[in-house]
């Protein structure tokens, strides 16, 4: 048996206090952009905790992610992004997720529905993440130290449930951007605090 797995099931970590893996994890969304394109961004600063339950599918997350982080590789458009008409981070400068409920799925092994309240904006909404376990393998720079488990998931959203603007009207119609956002989830969590490991490499001070 391995350690660091749930008994009782074939995935997911043994019972007890991960962390989200930051460095190692990537938190997109996807949105329509001037009606007919697509944009694709990133959220880089995010820390999160799974507390695991003996039973797995009593386990908890929280998930906190700094709104103002949002990356989308045009500093102009991030700019806007951050700004009122948007997000808003100097009002509200935190997005977080807090699972309510974990449902297993019995058509697909090793996938499960995780439900929760997420907040944008000041404003929560129930959502749910369709996830699935990709796999387990000790860390590749500290092998004997740390243990990680990844994971991924989707689910869309409206900004209009959120109270976040989608910039207006443009001249050919539909909004600057769209109603609708795909987010696509690939983390990854370790049994010990990666503070430790972001301050050796110089990610964060």
């Known amino acids: 048996m391995n350690p660091h797995s749930s008994e009782g099931y074939d995935f997911g970590p043994a019972p007890g206090h991960w962390h989200l893996d930051p460095i190692h994890s990537c938190i997109i969304f996807v949105a329509r952009y001037l009606r007919y394109g697509r944009v694709q961004g990133t959220f880089s600063d995010a820390k999160g905790a799974v507390m695991v339950a003996e039973d797995p599918m009593q386990s908890k997350v929280d998930v906190g992610i700094r709104a103002s982080s949002v990356n989308t590789g045009v500093q102009a458009r991030d700019d806007h992004l951050r700004s009122a008409d948007f997000l808003d981070v100097q009002n ?96 990854r969590v370790q049994d010990t605090d990666p503070i430790h490991f972001q301050r050796q490499i110089g990610h964060v001070a």
């Open 92 to 187: 509200h400068p935190e997005i977080r997720f807090t699972s309510t409920r974990i449902e297993e799925r019995a058509v697909q092994k090793r996938t499960f529905l995780l439900h929760g309240d997420l907040t944008i904006h000041g404003t929560t909404r129930p959502i749910t993440l369709d996830c699935q376990w990709a796999g387990e393998a000790p860390d590749y720079a500290s092998p004997e130290d740390t243990y990680g488990h990844f994971f991924a998931g989707n689910a869309q959203i409206r900004l209009s449930d959120f109270g976040v603007g989608d910039g207006g009207p443009v001249p050919w119609g539909g909004r600057l951007v769209g109603d609708t956002i795909d987010i696509v989830l690939e983390l």
